[in-house]
């Protein structure tokens, strides 16, 4: 329990002035905030609902959900000193009436705990839950925190960002009811289809394969998944020889089916360019200029290493194809 077991002293009032967070609380009164319920105040058709949590623990609202269901929502800051008599720093589960209570599950049998006391300035000490409140149950309300001990293997909890790239989820039978959706079983009789729902989300697949492949210049895409293969940046669009070489390599590798992002843009230097094909991401850098056209060559510049070679310009397409099969 997390302020002790039974027994003790009735609820005692103690002055808080300026307390405003459990961490106020717990540097003024000297005590563990296990020693702490804080009073969270909730709307449910139009009736209101406290929540008691142990010291920061922090509202898990898919949990809350699936509890009380979706028209639930927290009070408004303004009601409260209607609803308590005090504000959300000294608001508390002893003596409040109209208000049904409920708990987190850590704090099942907990006494000689601290809460609001419903006049500000004000908290209540050796609050037993059994003796001192009607609780009208006890769920499991509370986020799981970084570091935590897990309750079936004892290892740490190591929490994580995440992108939801698929999802599976049971529908039941409220489509099939609604459309007559039926099979007949075993025995011969009508029964509606059992629903699932199964998807997988391309723009999620994207929005991961970005958050994991990027660096200080923009996107790396891998070659496997890239929107195009090749981003073809014509360095030199004054230069007609440069031109018809980008042009004829654009064209040599649209026939060998290399999909192509082709740079022609006049009005746009080259530094520019060459920014905003880091920016994009492209696997391979195809890059046209006067210097190396000269001598017979281009340059490609791979994205990923930043490696960089100069090879005859009618080698393009064998380079491209070895590098998407390797």
Known sequence: PAGGT?????????ATPDVRTIDDL??????????????????????SLMILMTGNDQMNETKLRAVFGQGIRPSHPDDLKNMTGADAGSIG??????????????????????SGANRDGFHLKDIDLSRDVKIAGYYDFRTVRDGETCP?????????????LGHIFKLGTKYSDAMHASF??????????I??????????????????????????????????HVHLILVNSNNEKVVAVAESIYEKLGESLIDTLYDDRKEVSPGFKFKDADLLGMPLQV???????????????????????????GKVCAYVDKFLES
Request: charge should be neutral; charged fraction near 30%; proline fraction near 3%.
């Open 6 to 14: 039974g027994g003790g002293e009735k609820p005692g009032e103690i």
């Open 26 to 47: 717990v540097g003024l009164l000297g005590v563990g905030e296990e020693a702490l319920a804080k009073a969270l105040v909730y709307i449910l058709d139009g009736r």
């Open 93 to 114: 589960p002893v003596g409040i009436e109209g208000i049904q209570v409920y708990a987190d599950k850590r704090l099942e049998g907990a006494a000689g705990l601290i």
């Open 152 to 164: 079936k293997c004892d290892r740490a909890l190591r929490i994580v960002k995440a992108i939801e």
């Open 184 to 193: 007949l079983n075993e025995a011969g009789k009508e029964k509606p289809i």
């Open 195 to 228: 629903m699932g729902s199964y998807g997988i989300g391309v723009e999620r697949i994207i929005a991961c394969h970005i958050e994991q492949n990027y660096d200080n210049f923009g996107i790396v895409w891998s070659k496997h998944i890239s929107p195009f």
């Open 287 to 313: 890059i046209v200029g006067e210097k190396n056209v000269a001598n017979g060559k281009i340059e490609i510049k791979n994205r990923r290493t930043g490696g960089r070679e100069i090879i005859e310009i």
